[in-house]
C-alpha cells in the first residue's frame, strides 16, 4: 500500500470510536501519523495500538474538547513534541435527537460542547502555526441532518448546523491562503453513535431510507478521498449527493416529503 500520507501528521478529534476511530486507522495505513484526541482513555488506548499493531504511528491525547484551557495545554504539548498537524479532523461530536421540550439543559449545552466549541478551540490552537506556513487542511465533520433539518432532533442539528456555519465562515477567512476547509456530512451511518444515544434511531425519517447506510469504513474511505482530492464538500453514498441535488431543484418539495415522513410527537391527553 502506497504511503501517500507519509510525513504527514493527522490529528483527529472523537478518535476513540466509530467515524474517528476508523478514519484514524486508515490514515495510519496510508503512513501518517496520527494524533487521537478523546475522553474515553481506556478505548483511546486500544485504537492507538491497533495502529502501531497494524505498523503505524499514533499518539493519543485525553482531553474535553470544550474546555478550551484544556485544549490549548494539549495543542501547545503537539507542537513542541511532534508539530504541526497537516490535516486537521474536527469529528468530535454526540447528542441525543429529541424535540425541544424533551431536551434536557445539560444535553443541550453538551451538544453545543461537541461538535462547535470544541471544532472552533481546536482550529483556533493552531490557527496561527497553519497560517505562518501557509498550508493545512481543516475538515469540519456535521450531519447530513443540517444539509436536510427534520423534526424531532432540534438542538441536534441546530448544533450540527453550526458547525455548517463555522465552516463556511474559515472558508471566507482562508480565502487566498494555502489552507484548505472540507464539509463532511453522511446520512446515517452503522456506528457505535446510536448505542450512545438510545431513543435516536427511531427518529431518522422515513424518507432518508432512500439513502443506503454505510459503514464507517465507507465514511472513513470518502474522508481520505476527499482529504486526497482535498474536495471542498465529503459525503457518501451516491444517493446523499443524488437527494441534495433534488433539494436544490425544490426545496420545497424536500421539505414537504421530510415533514410528513418524519418523526411525529406522541400527544397524549
Not at 501519523?33 to 485525553?62: A, C, D, H, M, P
Not at 436536510?148 to 482562508?174: K, Q
Amino acid at each position: 500500500m502506497e504511503k501517500i500520507f507519509k510525513e504527514k501528521i493527522v490529528l483527529i478529534t472523537g478518535a476513540s470510536s466509530g467515524i474517528g476511530a476508523e478514519t484514524a486507522k486508515q490514515f495510519a495505513a496510508l503512513g501518517a501519523t496520527t494524533l487521537l484526541i478523546g475522553r474515553n482513555e481506556e478505548r483511546l488506548l486500544k485504537v492507538s495500538q491497533e495502529i502501531k499493531n497494524g505498523s503505524g504511528f499514533s499518539r493519543y491525547f485525553v482531553v474535553d474538547i470544550g474546555d478550551y484551557k484544556a485544549v490549548n495545554a494539549i495543542a501547545d504539548k503537539i507542537k513542541k513534541e511532534i508539530g504541526i498537524p497537516d490535516i486537521i479532523i474536527n469529528n468530535a461530536g454526540g447528542g441525543k435527537w429529541r424535540f425541544i421540550e424533551e431536551t434536557e439543559y445539560e444535553d443541550v449545552i453538551s451538544m453545543i460542547k461537541a461538535p462547535y466549541l470544541g471544532a472552533f478551540f481546536i482550529t483556533k490552537a493552531f490557527m496561527p502555526d497553519l497560517l505562518k506556513r501557509n498550508s493545512g487542511h481543516i475538515i469540519n465533520m456535521t450531519s447530513f441532518a443540517a444539509m436536510t433539518p427534520f423534526s424531532g432532533a432540534t438542538s441536534y442539528i441546530a448544533s450540527r448546523m453550526a458547525m455548517v456555519g463555522l465552516h463556511e465562515a474559515l472558508t471566507a477567512d482562508l480565502y487566498q491562503t494555502n489552507i484548505t476547509t472540507s464539509l463532511a456530512f453522511f446520512a446515517k451511518v452503522e456506528s457505535p453513535f446510536w448505542d450512545h444515544n438510545p431513543g435516536s434511531e427511531e427518529r431518522v425519517p422515513l424518507a432518508q431510507k432512500l439513502i443506503p447506510i454505510i459503514s464507517v469504513a465507507e465514511a472513513a474511505r470518502a474522508i481520505i478521498d476527499g482529504a486526497i482530492k482535498r474536495k471542498r464538500y465529503i459525503t457518501a453514498p451516491f444517493m446523499a449527493k443524488l437527494v441534495l441535488f433534488l433539494k436544490y431543484l425544490n426545496p420545497s418539495l424536500a421539505r414537504y416529503i421530510l415533514n410528513k415522513t418524519g418523526y411525529k410527537r406522541k400527544i397524549t391527553a
